[in-house]
């Protein structure tokens, strides 16, 4: 029997609490910034899978 987890990691929770900021005009940074922790995951696992491409290329 699977397990279904329930809940938000780390970079959703600072995404939601970042755009409350936004829209509460706590802070007023750009969207780019308030949006960050999404673009910034993503970019982080597009380094690990190229490395891993490029490393798996440089070993065949």
Request: aromatic share 14%.
């Amino acid at each position: 029997m699977a397990t279904k987890k329930i809940g938000l990691n780390l970079g959703e929770v600072i995404l939601v609490v970042f755009i409350i900021l936004k829209l509460t005009k706590v802070i007023d940074w750009s969207w780019w910034w308030v949006l960050s922790p999404t673009w910034i995951g993503l970019i982080v696992v597009i380094l690990i899978l190229g490395y891993i491409a490029i490393r798996a290329w440089i070993e065949s």
